[in-house]
């Protein structure tokens, strides 16, 4: 049987649904793309100030709906540029929608403020603005926080991945975009905190709304408004701002083809599905794996059983194994893996890598 070629749009965005092209805005020094009711790309003289500002609806376990947008109106002028338009986001006995209205003007400032009111109870991680900065000329650079009380932080973007939030309870965010020309985002209507999104192998920073801190899920209440505004000025003047256009042509040359150019690539072994594997070492072989990240849980009463069931699929591939383990114990780790070092010996597995995880460290916060 002959299987019919991946379509372009597979190869790039891995499905087979079109990617729509946005609508470039621009105004004075300002350009950004409208994508589905979200600002994309926020420029100042050709340099990236923002990655992205939305209002997002995210249902209780994170999803984010897709809204259904009518009534979109735009208009563009030498003076700026204006959008307005409806959304809905529902599901069988949830629904909200929202109306949002995005103002740019010759200046470089920008508005972007979002209403929403709940048609019913609505069950939700989180709903409202969320907004990126890039990483580009931001991670490890001077920025002034300003939190809801008033509190002034002159702090620094992280330059490495920060596994906390660097700004919490937080107004505004003034970083400079240019010499001598500083942007300010300013987010009205709730709390809002800063998370270094490189967590999740996302390339930027990401503000969002309501503090992690907080209970979530939580109910927005039929018929109740929720209005928030993000804002984005600009301040003093760039004698570069002539000079930092978009650039000119870049070109890309092909090397030579590079043997084993390629990171190992391998599968995750959990321990539940070591005899389905066993049983199917064919089809295991046949993909190739040349890592296999397998899970060790005491707490499960994993042992010696699956330890050699590790063996077995390692000897049959020839991959690397890394162990995850879990420890239960802040006093009684290094017992546990005296113990389980010793089972790893006698169940005859060779380890590439190990990795310890804490019991209590199993509990994640989402974005």
Known sequence: ????????????CGTRQED???????????????????????????????????????????????PKITGLKISESKKGFSVSFHAVCKRPGQEIAYDAVIEGDSEGNLE????????????????????????KGVAGEPVVAVHVDGAIDNSKFPPLINP??????????????????????????????????RNWTDASFKTYVRPLALPWPYTLKAGEPVKQAVKVTLSGRSASAGRAGSGGVVSIALGKPMRDGLLPVGFGVPAEE????????????????????????????HGLKELYGYRVLADATGADVVLEVIVTGVETYKQELRTISKLVAEAGLKLSALAVCPEGDLKSVLP
């Open 164 to 197: 906390i939030q660097p700004f919490l309870n937080l107004r505004s965010l003034s970083h400079q975009v240019l010499p001598g020309l500083t942007a300010t985002v300013r987010m009205e209507g709730d709390t809002f905190e800063t998370e270094d999104h």
């Open 1 to 12: 049987m002959k299987s019919s070629p991946v379509s372009t749009s597979v190869i790039l």
């Open 112 to 135: 972007f403020t979002g209403t929403a009111i709940p048609k019913t109870d609505f069950l939700t991680a989180r709903t409202g603005f969320v907004v990126l900065h890039p990483l």
């Open 274 to 301: 070591i005899d389905h594997a066993i049983r199917h070492l064919d089809l295991v072989r046949h993909a190739g794996p040349r890592i296999l990240q397998c899970h060790f849980d005491p707490r499960e009463k």
């Open 20 to 66: 729509v092209v946005g609508r470039v805005l621009k105004a004075g020094p300002m350009e950004v793309e409208l994508d589905n009711g979200q600002l994309r790309y926020l420029k100042i003289h050709g340099v990236e100030v923002l990655r992205a500002i939305g209002f997002l609806v995210r249902d209780e376990n994170w999803g984010t709906y897709i």
